[in-house]
Structure formats: structure tokens, C-alpha cells
């Protein structure tokens, strides 16, 4: 009996001291394995009168019971220690440099927005958008082209099937199609918001049109500014200024040339000089200086009266001027890339080359195009 009682403590201490589930197993067999001392205790059991059995059996069976509990629960501590090894072998590192692990890049579009708004944010421009499926009222009626006026097929416009009923009280049935310009975002703005008003509007249009600067979905972004007094030198100012801040030199030219737009009044087109560097065209100087050239970067104007009264202001007391860059076009002139249709075709080898880290924030003061 105090051999029994003796053997099971040593195997509860050995149990408790197992370091690895191995020593545990064996350990198990020693004991409870089918020629372990307390299976071959209990074996005995049987060959014994019944007044001997009654006196040895409790101690056998008891001590059965608490090695059998001991070995589970030190198997269920070693597996518990087990799981927790391996979670911290595995854990990932976040302090690791990010840059160090495999990233993605942001479009250069994409970049060159978030410039946009920084640079215009500064100017006290807030950030509007619009639909890009809308309907013939805003893209052409309400910016003074009316069904009949010639600028509409020069927009190569895709049109849906469908059309649509005027949803703001007007009378008559409206095409749907896909916005060719962001100018509608103008009439939304000024409708929702009244005046005085300062904003930019950066987005997708479509037009039906492609070739090495043109592509069917493109993207441009719009200038609005509406109050008291306001004039042609202020549009130019603003351009020049703008362009100062988002090719970061002080020696940027801009052209007015005399245009056409059914929904300004003057109108003017938008060049900037450059010149030819190794095949590549740097902005910068004059035009007409040796060695320049100009080259168109939108449309831009005086709001016409017309759609100053569309849009629900009284041009005998408001005037404003807007502008339609785009920006496909300066993301090009900024960083080099000479085939707009590049942008949309996914290439991930492109994106390598000419996109952005997603840590190079564009701000002012750290230079709103510094490059990973
Ligand atoms: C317009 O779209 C006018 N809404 C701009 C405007 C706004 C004028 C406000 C006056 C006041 P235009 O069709 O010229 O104008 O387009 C403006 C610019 O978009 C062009 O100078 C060019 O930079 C760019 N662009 C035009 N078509 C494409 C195209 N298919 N692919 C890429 N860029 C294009």
C-alpha cells in the first residue's frame, strides 16, 4: 500500500516536471500503458480473496484516477504552451519598414488630383464633384447649347438608350448620357449653392475619341469662381498662380488666346510655354523665345450671362470665370509620359515606373510633386 502510495506521488512529481508531451507520453506508459505498474497493479486485483481486494483496490484505483488527471492536464498546459510558441514565431513585425515589404503605387492621376486640391485648397477653392452619367440639360442646355447648337456633336457624346424626365420641375423629356465635359458640375454648384462661390470639380468625362492624347474616358478638372467684381484678370492670376505651384517654377508662361466656348464670354484658351529637352517637353519661358513653343492646356472664360440666368444667379449682379483643364494632359507634361493611353491600359510594369509611394503625400510646403 505505501509502495503505492510512494510510486504515485513520484510519477505526480515526474507528470508535473514533464517538459515536452514525448516525456509526457512516456511517462503515460510507464503508468497507465498496458504494462504500466498501476494497469499491472490492478491486474493483481483479480487473482485476490474478495476481503483483500476490498482492502487494496481504493488505493489502485485512486491512484489511476489522479495520475490520469495529472497527465491531462499537463498535456493540456504543454499544448497551451505549444500554441503560444508558435503565435509568437509567426507574429508579423509592424515595426518592419513598410517599404521593405512588396506595394502598390498610386496612379499618377490619382497623384496628380491630390496636388490639384492641395494647390487650390490653398487658394480657398473647396472640392466639388457631379455625376458622370447625366443628363442633356446640364451638360449642354444649361451651359448655353441648346439642342440645335453645333457644339454638341463636336463633344462626340456617348448617349444612353433611355431617356429621362426633368426631375426639377421643368417640363420634358431629357437624354442621358455620359458627361464629355466637367463644365455641368458649374451648373450644379451654383444651382445648389448660390453665390458667392470658389471650387474646383476634378473627375471623369468621356468622349468618343482616341489616339495617342486622346482616349475615351479622360479626365479633367474644373475651376468656378462667382461673386461681385470679378474679371478676367482675376482667371489668369489664378491659372498663372496655380501653374507656378503645380510645375514648381516661377518661370511659367501662360498664353490667352481668343476662343470659343458656348458657355464663356470672352472666351480664351489656356497655353503654356515649353521647350524641347532630349524629346522631352519641359514647361517653362516664353512661347516665342528661341527654342519654345505653346501648348494648349484647356479652356477657360467669363461665365456667360446665359448660364448665369440658367443656373439661377442675376448676372446684373454676379460675375464669375471658369476653366476646364486636362489633367491627363498636365499629369503628362509634369512627369514625362508621351502616350496618353498608357494610363488605362493596367500595366503594372508602368505603374513601377511612373507611380507614386502612397506615403508622398503632396503638401505645399514639402513640395506638392516630390517623388518616392
Ligand atoms: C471643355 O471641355 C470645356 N468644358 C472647358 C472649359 C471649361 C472652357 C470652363 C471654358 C470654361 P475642351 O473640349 O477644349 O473644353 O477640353 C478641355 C481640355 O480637356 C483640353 O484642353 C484637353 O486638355 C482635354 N481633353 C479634351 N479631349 C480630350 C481627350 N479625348 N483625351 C484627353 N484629354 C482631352
Known sequence: MTDITSQT?????????????????????????KKGWVSLALKTLGGMSSEERTAAAPAIQSSRASIADALESRKAALEAAAL???????????????????????????????????IFADLGFSVATGPEIEDDWHNFTALNMDETHPARAMHDTFYFPDKTDASDGKSGEREILLRTHTSPVQIRSMLAQGAPIRLIAPGRVYRSDSDATHTPMFHQVEGLVVGKDIHLGHLKWTLETFFKAFFEREDISLRLRPSYF??????????????????????????????????????????????????????????????????????????????????????????????????DQPTLSAGVGARA
Do not use: C
Request: proline letters at 5%; charged letters at 20%.
Open 84 to 118: 503560444d510558441a508558435q503565435l509568437a514565431r509567426e507574429t508579423i513585425d509592424l515595426t518592419l519598414p513598410a517599404m521593405a515589404a512588396p506595394r502598390g503605387s498610386v496612379h499618377p492621376v490619382s497623384q496628380v488630383m491630390d496636388e490639384l486640391a492641395e
Open 9 to 33: 506521488k513520484a510519477a505526480l512529481s515526474a507528470i508535473a516536471a514533464a517538459e515536452s508531451l514525448e516525456a509526457l507520453e512516456t511517462l503515460r506508459l510507464e503508468t497507465l500503458g
Open 262 to 359: 458656348p458657355f464663356t464670354e470672352p472666351s480664351v484658351e489656356v497655353d503654356v510655354g515649353y521647350s524641347n529637352q532630349g524629346g522631352r517637353r519641359v514647361v517653362g519661358g516664353h512661347g516665342d523665345a528661341p527654342g519654345h513653343a505653346w501648348m494648349e492646356l484647356g479652356g477657360s472664360g467669363m461665365i456667360n450671362t446665359r448660364v448665369l440666368e440658367f443656373a439661377g444667379l442675376d448676372p446684373a449682379e454676379y460675375q464669375g470665370f471658369a476653366f476646364g483643364l486636362g489633367i491627363d494632359r498636365i499629369a503628362m507634361l509634369k512627369y514625362g509620359m508621351n502616350d496618353l493611353r498608357a494610363f488605362f491600359d493596367g500595366d503594372g510594369r508602368w505603374l513601377a515606373h511612373y507611380g507614386f509611394s502612397p506615403f
